[in-house]
């Protein structure tokens, strides 16, 4: 359960030299929207780029409701990927019953959910389930570094039973692991500070034997 970062690739395949089996589940909804996105980019780019229109190109990639109407003018042009959107769309809150789903069908007795950034929200509400002995989290995100504090974000923290690792950047936009110790976190749950970002981008050699021990004292 996690987004697109090479490092924390790297660590999970580490990980996995020391488990029965590995398993990855990547929401659907990911996958259209990075099949949209670009080609709407493309659109408004070879619109706004041409002569007349340059002066709103700058308008675009700021404003955001500039880029809403642009984007709308695409997909009402593109009955594909109209389609794709709304699949998008209905297939957005289905991670919990998906994730559930495999779970019950997996035949190992033991597992460990390891996620990366909204995944860690989701383990916290499959964490009571029988299966899952404890959970590993790389940059869990518990404020939007662009919105309020959102309560479903953490909310589940205190609530968390098992043993749960989050491994948080020191310059993550969603929350350091000095700031993530202002909220109500449980005593099984424990915040390990890294001298990275919120993707594991440039992690050190030092900070990355750290997660890897840390993780195996889970696993074993």
């Known amino acids: 359960m996690k987004r697109n970062s090479r490092c924390i690739d790297e660590i999970i395949w580490e990980i996995s030299n020391h488990v029965e089996a590995i398993m990855f589940y990547r929401n659907p909804y990911t996958e259209i929207k990075s099949s949209i996105t670009p080609k709407i980019n493309a659109f408004s780019k070879a619109i706004l780029t041409d002569h007349f229109f340059r002066p709103f190109w700058r308008a ?3 404003i955001k409701i500039f880029r809403r109407i642009l984007q709308f003018a695409y997909l009402s042009l593109n009955l594909k990927m109209s389609i794709l959107l709304i699949s998008y769309v209905l297939t957005r809150s289905n991670d919990y019953k998906n994730v559930r789903k495999i779970l019950k069908e997996q035949e190992y007795g033991r597992v460990i959910l390891i996620s990366h950034s909204a995944g860690g929200i989701l383990s916290t ?3 009571s389930f029988e299966k ?12 939007h570094p662009q919105k309020e504090h959102e309560p479903y974000r953490t909310k ?4 968390v039973e098992k043993p749960f690792y989050i491994f948080q950047g020191d310059n ?3 929350g350091s692991a000095s700031k993530a110790k202002e909220y109500s976190i449980s005593s099984s749950t424990r915040i390990i500070s890294v001298d990275t970002d919120h993707d594991f981008s440039n ?3 030092v900070d990355r034997k750290k997660i890897l021990d840390i993780s195996l004292s889970l696993v074993e």
């Open 60 to 62: 675009y990639l700021k």
């Open 125 to 127: 509400k499959l964490e």
């Open 132 to 143: 899952i002995v404890g959970c590993i989290c790389f940059g869990y995100p518990f404020k």
């Open 156 to 159: 589940q923290l205190s609530k």
């Open 172 to 174: 993550d936009e969603y």
């Open 203 to 205: 992690l050190k050699a």
